[in-house]
């Protein structure tokens, strides 16, 4: 093990490596379309049941803002003779990221509430502002105090701040916008939901596994050479927040299609968002190659895992 520990720390004396962002902007925009076929079989009244019945947002939130951090900052302490401090801070980071937008299209492949997945994305991302930083600070202080790191060690725990307007922006581009046409046109032609519904699901799972094949083949050196010790990291700390997601949903006593989506949200994070922040001159000076490869192997990994869950849930429908 101590040799694992070994090559992860080693890690930080490499170069760091581009991320494409052509993956990114292309699922961006394929999200921003998939929003609008969902919108489509979605009615003004299911919001409105979110927040009539608030108890499935506040359980998503909570494991959003407190459980699942905590939950990693248990799993980086406990694993400190495997997890070098750059790996658990990426790992931190990610946690204290918002909902990813992916969430979305795979909780309405889920046969999940699709609504409430909405919900929570665009509240949690507005949250993000404050509570990003304020999380990554707190969970990155107390991992450092209960661990044998040295100070130099702990010059790593930079302050971050988020651009409210990339957050705005994100939001109503891929989720506001696409959400308010789709529904729309639900309105006045509502003969389309039914079609359109299935060619979402259709066209939306050929569309991530696009992105993710693109991903791994614009950094097919740094997967092959360098991903191979975090690999396994990331796995169980997406697994965890998958289990962590269901198990919570389920003592909560949330419906079948609910807790899909309480488990897709907790599973999938806005690891662009953590990528953008290392990539910030202003938040880390030097950059720190182990948190950009564990925000950028998050990224490939919940998708794959997302999208497995949710085929494995779309041809078992929920019990109503």
């Not at 990003?132 to 707190?138: C, E, G, Y």
Request: aromatic letters at 10%; a positive charge; proline letters at 5%.
């Amino acid at each position: 093990m101590n040799s694992i520990y070994q090559s992860l720390d080693a890690l930080n004396q490499l170069s760091p490596i581009p991320i494409s962002a052509i993956s990114g902007t292309i699922l961006a925009i394929g999200l921003a379309i998939i929003t609008f076929g969902m919108a489509i079989s979605l009615k003004l009244s299911y919001f409105k049941e979110v927040f009539r019945k608030p108890k499935a947002l506040l359980v998503g939130l909570l494991l959003q803002l407190v459980l699942f951090p905590g939950l990693t900052l248990l799993l980086v302490v406990a694993g400190e003779q495997y997890i070098t401090p750059q790996v658990a801070l990426g790992m931190i980071l990610v946690a204290a990221c918002p909902v990813g937008n992916t969430s979305n299209f795979l909780t309405f492949l889920s046969h999940g509430r699709t609504e409430l997945s909405i919900t929570l994305t665009a509240i949690s991302g507005l949250l993000s502002l404050v509570a990003t930083p304020l999380s990554f600070s707190l969970m990155g202080g107390w991992y450092f105090q209960l661990t044998q790191h040295t100070p130099e060690q702990q010059g790593l725990l930079h302050g971050i701040a988020i651009n409210p307007m990339n957050i705005f922006t994100t939001i109503f581009v891929l989720v506001v916008l696409p959400l308010v046409l789709g529904m729309l046109v639900s309105y006045f032609f509502p003969r389309l939901s039914g079609k359109t519904a299935r060619h979402v699901r259709i066209w939306g799972i050929m569309l991530l596994f696009f992105c993710v094949v693109t991903a791994l083949l614009s950094n097919v050196q740094a997967f092959t050479n360098r991903l191979e010790m975090i690999f396994f990291i990331v796995f169980v700390h997406n697994a965890l927040a998958l289990l962590l997601g269901y198990l919570v949903a389920l003592a909560f006593k949330l419906t079948p299609s609910k807790r899909r989506a309480i488990t897709i949200d907790t599973g999938i994070h806005n690891s662009s968002l953590a990528l953008s922040i290392l990539f910030n001159p202003a938040a880390f000076p030097t950059p720190v190659l182990a948190m950009q490869l564990t925000a950028a192997w998050w990224g490939v990994w919940h998708i794959l895992s997302g999208v497995t869950l949710s085929m494995f849930w779309w041809v078992n429908k929920p019990k109503k």
